[in-house]
């Protein structure tokens, strides 16, 4: 939710001829310490930016006292860096510290409460714990609409906040509702090329996607990127953020050739502007493993998730969903080469991640069940054929290596049922299976054979022999 900008070294020599010129104490280098502790810290140089924060709590309690707004202020955006860091008890504790005192000088309804309440319920998105987060959100949006009206931009900052959360938590309709009313906002206030309107077209365009509503995500993504090109320039980080999610879409398109240029370019401006263990730097590793693998490139997809999988761990957990989610690609991929007792550790972690993050009726817990039941699935195929005496001469019991496109056996059977014009309904009723999970096999079946329709579906399995 925040961009990485460029730090001007000339910003550090600025701040010590300040000391030098008006004193350590100063209010006035506070407000600059506070100022460079901002670049430093949405670049990624953590470290850096907790000492200028904690420099300037230090100036700032000296100059107006340990409950001052002022002081608020500070805490919560050194919380900001605890919690980039990774540190997430440290965050909680000055974020709540933050809030106690804006309700307690200001007011508990106060916007400036809001405010530190929407902060609050950013940590615990970072932490994973949406359900959380969106308590938090909600009593900061009653507050903005309270003080401020329903169409003040702080409204909108928190109904975008709100939307990603609900999408995060697989409640697309309310997620929608939310991201469409903050971009209705920001458009009838803000010129349509601004950073504001396209960090909401991207928020939207990342809900479309989880859908798989592919067509709508698309010019979202589009828009975006084209605005963040004229704004920021294309060699900029925030702009290979937005290339990494088209990448990625046009991955789950099948548009395999269309992704790879947009790959490259995202993983080379990464890597000149961010660090190689950076948080943000496992997304683009995680993106481009999945178009390795769409691609057969096993190897390649292998390296990059192991990478991706050790910053996640380090830098957010082991319980935290976007590490479930690398473990789930891990697993998958291992599954893919029929490495069957590699996969299914990783595929239960992810499995127990979802579960206890979401819940069981999630898309991302119910796609996660399925994998992990195609894998037994597997294995017992695996167990019978390598145990069957065949006669001398007989064909070999067919495996998961003889279907095309690595696809499983229950793919194999979803994929013949879709070619002979049953819907995902008819197709659940003769499988004894939730219409969801029907369509999460049917996402993985066009992810493996590279189109994103039921005619080119239908077609490839008339290719191969499987209709």
Not at 85 to 91: K, L, N, P, S, V
Not at 386 to 393: C, K, R
Not at 419 to 442: D, F
Request: one cysteine or more; proline letters at 4%.
């Amino acid at each position: 939710m925040s961009h990485i900008v460029p730090h001007n070294q000339q910003d550090d020599t600025d701040v010590e001829t300040l000391f030098a010129t008006l004193g350590p104490v100063d209010t006035r280098t506070g407000e600059t310490l506070n100022h460079l502790a901002w670049l430093h810290h949405l670049q990624g140089h953590e470290a850096q930016a907790e000492s200028l924060f904690q420099r300037t709590l230090a100036i700032a309690e000296q100059a107006y006292g340990p409950e001052d707004p002022k002081v608020a202020e500070i805490l919560s955006n050194l919380g900001n860096v605890y919690s980039e860091e990774g540190r997430y008890d440290e965050a909680e504790q000055v974020m709540q510290q933050s809030v106690m005192i804006y309700q307690h000088v200001l007011g508990p309804q106060h916007p400036e409460t809001g405010l530190a309440l929407n902060n609050l319920a950013m940590l615990f998105f970072y932490r994973g714990r949406y359900h959380k987060t969106a308590l938090y959100f909600e009593q900061a949006l009653t507050i903005q609409e309270q003080n401020l009206g329903p169409d003040h931009p702080q409204t909108a900052l928190v109904c975008d906040n709100l939307g990603i959360t609900y999408s995060k938590m697989g409640e697309f309709e309310k997620g929608e509702n939310a991201l469409r009313r903050a971009l209705a906002i920001y458009e009838r206030m803000l010129n349509p090329d601004t950073m504001t309107i396209a960090m909401v077209q991207i928020h939207l365009g990342q809900l479309y996607r989880d859908r798989t509503d592919y067509e709508r995500a698309e010019p979202f993504f589009q828009h975006a990127l084209t605005a963040h090109e004229k704004a920021l320039g294309t060699q900029n980080v925030n702009t290979a953020s937005v290339m990494r999610d088209l990448a990625d879409l046009y991955t789950l398109q099948g548009r395999l050739e269309e992704a790879w240029p947009l790959f490259q370019r995202t993983l080379a401006i990464y890597e000149q502007n961010v660090e190689p263990d950076h948080l943000h730097m496992a997304k683009v590793l995680n993106g481009f493993a999945r178009y390795y693998v769409a691609r057969g490139q096993y190897d390649q997809a292998e390296s990059l998730l192991q990478r991706a999988l050790a910053i996640r761990e380090k830098e957010l957990g082991s319980e935290h969903p976007e590490t479930g989610v690398t473990l789930d690609d891990l697993g998958l991929l291992y599954c893919n080469q029929n490495r069957y007792e590699q996969a299914e550790p990783l595929l239960q972690r992810a499995l127990a991640i979802f579960e206890k993050t979401f819940g069981p009726k999630h898309p991302r817990t119910i796609a996660a069940h399925t994998r992990y039941a195609d894998l037994l699935e597997q294995k017992q195929l695996a167990a019978t054929a390598s145990q069957a005496t065949l006669p001398e001469g007989a064909p070999a019991q067919i495996s998961q290596k003889a279907f095309p496109a690595r696809l499983t056996a229950r793919e194999v059977e979803v994929l013949r049922m879709v070619a002979q014009g049953l819907t995902n309904l008819q197709i659940a009723e003769q499988l004894v299976l939730s219409e969801k999970t029907v369509i999460n096999h049917l996402t993985h079946i066009f992810n493996k054979i590279g189109c994103d329709n039921r005619a080119a579906a239908t077609a490839f399995a008339i290719r191969h022999g499987l209709a």
